[in-house]
């Protein structure tokens, strides 16, 4: 098998299932019950905050367990929204679990800006420059794009953010990035930043959020006030640790030089192919590519029948036309159509990337032949 | 004792075939509560059933609804024929503030007491023991039956309720429904069913350029309608090499026209195979360029032996719609996975085809050997009747 969709989900360190299984079979304990061997855990919990601080580079703030990227955005926004004149501002490139936040504020009665795509796949800054205000309550701007690889310049717009409105939160869903690019948060001074586990081979069902100033949260569930109040909820003990395992087990720079080979192969194997074009981003991760005249979905099931998985990114039927994030770029339906991303792991070889592009240009012209 | 009321529509035209009729759809019904506990007995000219646990009445009713061949049914107490016990029965009813009518039949004409003044005794009753009650000849809120039959018990019943109606499953033989996934072809199933026609379904699936997921969708469909039609047994073909060769060799304005020759032409062909008597789809004229009458006559004309029939040719997509909601296909229909209509669907298909015209595109293409192999690689998944 080869496996070219690792932006979707990556495959669990084993060690991290170890770690798993140890925290669920024997160190079990809930971490907020009151004898030794809670606290322990509690204390452990503690340490892995600390140690995920530390690779966002900052030593200030609160990390919050939560169950994923998706909740973790969820509670970013909706737990910054306050009443009043206040104003949010999104990119018309975020997930879904951004996005659909960002309608739900809308249909509440918010006012709420959507920023555009430039045709490399970064938030259009200008017109970000243009859309925040003195009323600006949130900007939420991905750090990289989970459909194109591109990576926002996240100083620029903390810069912008300091002139233009240094009253406002800055969000980053980061699920694209952490543990896969070397950054300091710092640099861009976010506020909010939303980690995803199973993206760089934790377990699923785990995330991170992690809050600058907690006491400019409100908490969205309501229960027994774990996680300082922020995500009620009995930690999920055994993914967070081996979330912990994998975070620890990952070499930032020295995966990101590696992938960037990878990348660099795949790019050098497949732009001669007549038809085939892809976009230039700065994520060694994420590669997006079209075939022109050919339906990215149907070259991604032919492309199993190969043992190799592509992913298509979001679906789109002659009915139902729409990819948000690449219409907002300026690609037309066909190019949308055509569309296929790749993205990478280190745990991949160039053999595989070889391969893999030699069957999916077959595959591509096997198709087109018979399609054109 | 309560029991179930039975009525059944239009078995009474058959003549001497009602036997044949009836006892299909006594065995409809017993299929239909298998695993229901119930005594089903046939009384002068109705069904009544009895002998189930209370607390199933409910679930026995929404199971026989979906019976065809029965017209209504009413949930009532059978007591002795006593004018005493009928009485004490009737007094039961909740009509406060209501206005109401009374009907009572006596086919037991020992009964002491004639219709009419039954009734009148009854209605009387009826006003002393509720509030603000009225009777209402004309346009009651309140209808209350008493039927007294001549096996010496009376049965009371206050609600009529609607059935399928249309003949008993089986009745009309076999068919094959084409099954595409889309909104109409499950309602013609229905429809044909509803006539009494048991179904066998035909799929064409087009991977790659169709998902597994819409495979699974039209059987999920096929499994929705199992409920009215029982068992289904669903053949799926893969039609990707026949799509291929026609987009590769016809004009693109014929794509749509000569595969539909070849799906009636595979459909004949599993007709014949598995003993089926007509072909079924869900075409609704004018609806699509393919549903113009010059298209159908062009697809239908390579079917020699069977006929093809169309329960939804005349209905606007709306009438078509609201069966889907009602048999519980919609939701699944509306599912956005491609089928294989809509892979290499040319931009401007031709609406008035001839015979002539087809056969000239089907001359590029070895239509006996794609026939052929559809039939080989053909895969047949049984579908159990939902409970």
Redesign the interface.
Known sequence: MIYLDNAATTKMFEGGADIYKKYACQSFFNPSAGYNKSIEIAKELDGVREHIKRRLGTTKGSIIFTSGATESNNLAIIGSKRNGKWEYVFSLGEHPSVYNVARFLESQGHIVHFVGLTKNGQVDYEVLRRVVNDKTRLISVMHVSNETGAVNDLVKIGEIRKERCPQALLHVDGVQAFCKLPFNIEDFNADLYTISAHKFHGPKGVGVLYVKNPSGLKNIVYGGGQEGGYRSGTENVPCIMAMKYAIENIDVEKNYQYVKGLKDCFIENIEKADGVSYLQTESPYILSLSFSGVNGETLMRALQDKDIYVGVGSACSTKKAGNRVLESMGMNIDEIKSHIRVSFSEELKLDEIRKACHEIIDTYYTILEKVK | MNVILLRFGELYLKGHNRNYFESTLIKNIKSMLEGEEFKLEMTFGRYVISNYAQERQGKIIEKLKKVFGLYSLSPAVEVDAEVETIKSEVVKIDCKNKSFKVFVKRADKSFPISSMDFAKDLGELILDNNENSSVDLYNPQCEIHVDIRMNHKAYIFDKIIKCQGGLPLGCSGKGLLLLSGGIDSPVAGYLMAKRGMELEALHFHS???T??QAKDKVVKLASLLTSYTGDIRLHVVSFTRVQ?EI??RCRPEFMITIMRRIMMRVAERICEKYNLGAIVTGESLGQVASQTMQSMTVTGSVVKEKPIFRPCIVMDKEDIIEISRDINTYDTSIL???DCC?V??PKNPVIKPTIKQAENEEQYIDVKSLVDECLEKEELIQIKREQ
Do not use: G, N, Q, V
């Open positions: 991977y790659p350029y998902s597994e291929e987009h590769k956005p996975y491609e809509t290499f669907l």
